[in-house]
T-cell receptor
């Protein structure tokens, strides 16, 4: 049972344009969501997070949107840069103490110069 | 501040053998988690330790085990290796005091022949 789904395994975007990565979840009890970026031969690095009490969080070129009714979140990267080419994972968590993330399967973003 | 350090980075084993992977968390981080990454499956939670106690465990067979030492360093062990255990094993740490953001190491890539 995949509780967190990233249905697009890959995405290609032109440099300077917007990249939109999507993530769906099934468990309405999740109350904290994160995005991680992973380059080959490196561990995932934290990008941005959002609590379920918010519907938007912004950090520079990265914005995460949360739609609780649709159980959907998205990561927007504007403008996209070639260095953003990586695999992006969304993750969900419970702040009440299960101490584990549920990750999606990842979306490989390729930003074309 | 040094990051999360995992050793070894790469290793090759044969079926039936056992393997031990090591993880040194960020100084001051008392929580260590382990994840398995395989193609198409994203990151799957193995277990989480805090102050030498396992707080949570994922859905893996008993061949997968771990422990944490008093200095917060952690090891995971996989016994009776199977071909399907070939994966990237990622360790992550966090303070453990309510903080949700995990910091990952670069991983140990295990190949089982």
């Amino acid at each position: 049972d995949q509780q967190v789904k990233q249905n697009s395994p890959s995405l290609s975007v032109q440099e300077g344009r917007i990249s939109i990565l999507n993530c769906d979840y099934t468990n309405s009890m999740f109350d904290y969501f994160l995005w991680y970026k992973k380059y080959p031969a490196e561990g995932p690095t934290f990008l941005i997070s959002i609590s379920s009490i918010k519907d938007k969080n912004e950090d520079g070129r990265f914005t995460v949107f949360l739609n609780k009714s649709a159980k959907h979140l998205s990561l927007h990267i504007v403008p996209s840069q070639p260095g953003d080419s990586a695999v992006y994972f969304c993750a969900a968590d419970f702040t009440s103490g299960t101490y584990k993330y549920i990750f999606g399967t990842g979306t490989r973003l390729k930003v074309l110069a | 501040k040094a990051g999360v350090t995992q050793t070894p980075r790469y290793l090759i084993k044969t079926r039936g053998q056992q393997v031990t992977l090591s993880c040194s968390p960020i100084s001051g981080h008392r929580s260590v988690s382990w994840y398995q990454q395989t193609p198409g499956q994203g990151l799957q939670f193995l277990f989480e330790y805090f102050s030498e106690t396992q707080r949570n465990k994922g859905n893996f067979p008993g061949r997968f085990s771990g422990r944490q030492f008093s200095n917060s360093r952690s090891e995971m062990n996989v016994s009776t290796l199977e071909l399907g255990d070939s994966a990237l094993y990622l360790c992550a740490s966090r303070t453990g005091s309510g903080a949700n953001v995990l910091t990952f190491g670069a991983g140990s890539r295990l190949t089982v022949l």
